[in-house]
């Protein structure tokens, strides 16, 4: 389950579920600091609408931060098969890679999925490590870009050394720092 943390200026106000961090900020009294909630799979800040009630508040959230709305019964049908997750890209590859995914059982489309599930299989410590890493520096770069040793805890970050890193935010705000830590050590515990 993904999990979302949302700051105020440099304290930290409330973690977890989006649901539960929607209705923490909504029922916190006003900061005067700039709020941001943050995706703690990704780093990267979300916005979020807490307007209305509760229930309307978490009715929005339902089908998530990032779900596209489902097109109108009027709009031409799209390709795949959407109620399944399935999306319709274009992929361009030479005659030969074209007559090799034909020919396996199943066609091209089944192919290409079993190919990209055997490359996460193989690589998966690699992206878990890499996306830890990511999430890291996008937050670190939003909250912290403009404190002592960024650069370098950021150049530390990159090369996986989390003791270096430590050493370089120790005088960071302490929720800043510990939530750059939990972010850069997620792929060890995963």
Not at 41 to 50: E, F, H, S, Y
Not at 174 to 185: F, N
């Amino acid at each position: 389950m993904d999990t979302y943390t949302a700051f105020a200026g440099h304290a930290r106000i409330a973690a977890g579920p989006l649901p539960k961090v929607a209705l923490a900020l909504k029922h916190a009294p006003a900061s005067p600091a700039p709020v941001v909630i943050f995706s703690d799979r990704t780093g990267r800040p979300i916005d979020l609408d807490l307007r209305g009630s509760d229930r309307e508040i978490l009715a929005r959230l339902a089908g998530g931060p990032a779900m596209p709305a489902e097109p109108a019964p009027s709009e031409p049908r799209g390709r795949g098969r959407p109620r399944l997750g399935v999306v319709a890209r274009e992929v361009t590859l030479l005659p030969e890679h074209w007559e090799w995914l034909g020919a396996q059982p199943g066609g091209a489309s089944v192919a290409l999925r079993k190919l990209v599930h055997e490359a996460r299989r193989a690589s998966g410590d690699k992206d878990r490590a890499r996306e830890a890493r990511d999430a890291a520096y996008h937050f670190m770069s939003t909250m912290a870009g403009n404190l002592p040793n960024f650069e370098e805890a950021a150049r530390a970050l990159f090369a996986d050394d989390l003791n270096r890193v430590t050493s370089l935010i120790v005088d960071w705000p302490a929720d800043i720092r510990e939530h750059v830590m939990a972010l850069a050590q997620r792929h060890h515990t995963d």
